[in-house]
């Protein structure tokens, strides 16, 4: 036993070794990024690039968040990703539950008419999106975007959503109609709980695959009233120059609230992407 003990020594510190590194290479981008947005863009033109600031200069962040209209558009952001969140994971598993325990003639079709949607790519539908939010009156609308947001994000929460119910047994199910349980109150106080890692994992990459999203947004709107933070970034970035103080400040803003969320959930985080590695 205690060449065993012995012998695990190298192992350990060759794998602890391997994530310290990768760990570096994880948060080092972050950690440059914080570090050149207290750069003027004529010191970061000029310097090395890996060097420390001469002289730590923060005004950068009052105007990034000034010119950037950063006030309005976060709380877009916050509104959009919130309400998106939550539609894509309630009407999503709601659908999965549907299809996997309420199954009749035309199951199988709904089902896959939802699921092609995965296959479908953004720049596909952009136009297709545009004139229908223009034919019904929704664009420079905050529902003009959430339609769209939410009907992207529905065929991956119906697909997982669909897989992971089909795993519950059809006893619990039947148990619960014997007792005189509606399908609803079913679902919310059966299906939703056991589901909850599945839940966990569609609303990660809802929540990142909105916040960040900067194409559909500048399509659909035209206003800043209706605009998101991604716009607010691109605002520092041009064809012809860039402004790079501001843009990394700007980058930083954005970033916050990512970083926020994941020390909030990062737990839940933890359990739901292992439950969908476990589940895939």
Do not use: C
């Amino acid at each position: 036993m205690a060449d065993v003990r012995k012998g695990s020594i190298p192992a350990k510190t060759i794998i602890y070794a391997i994530m310290a590194v990768f760990t570096i290479l994880a948060l080092y981008p972050l950690f440059w990024l914080i570090l050149q947005s207290f750069k003027t863009t004529q010191e970061y033109l000029t310097s090395s690039k890996l060097a420390l600031p001469q002289a730590w200069f923060a005004g950068n962040y009052p105007y990034a968040w000034n010119m950037g209209k950063f006030g309005i558009l976060l709380m877009n952001s916050i509104f959009y990703t919130a309400v998106t969140v939550v539609a894509v994971v309630l009407l999503g598993f709601m659908a999965g539950f549907a299809f996997s325990k309420l199954k009749g003639k035309s199951t199988k079709i709904l089902h896959g008419s939802f699921i092609i949607g995965i296959l479908l790519t953004l720049q596909s539908i952009m136009v297709p999106l545009f004139l229908m939010v223009n034919a019904v009156h929704l664009y420079n609308t905050h529902l003009g975007v959430l339609i769209p947001y939410i009907g992207l994000g529905l065929p991956m929460g119906v697909y997982l959503g669909t897989e992971f119910i089909n795993s519950i047994p059809e006893a619990l199910i039947e148990s619960a109609r014997i007792d005189g349980a509606k399908y609803l109150r079913i679902f919310f106080s059966i299906i939703l709980p056991m589901t909850a890692p599945a839940a966990m994992t569609v609303g990660i990459l809802t929540f990142t695959g909105t916040w960040n999203e900067f194409m559909l947004i500048n399509i659909l709107t035209s206003n800043d009233m209706v605009k998101s933070i991604p716009v607010g970034i691109g605002r520092f970035s041009g064809a012809l120059a860039s402004d790079y103080g501001k843009q990394f400040s700007a980058l930083v803003i954005g970033m916050v609230p990512m970083v926020a969320f994941y020390l909030i959930f990062r737990r839940q985080i933890t359990t739901g992407v292992a439950a969908g590695a476990v589940k895939g």
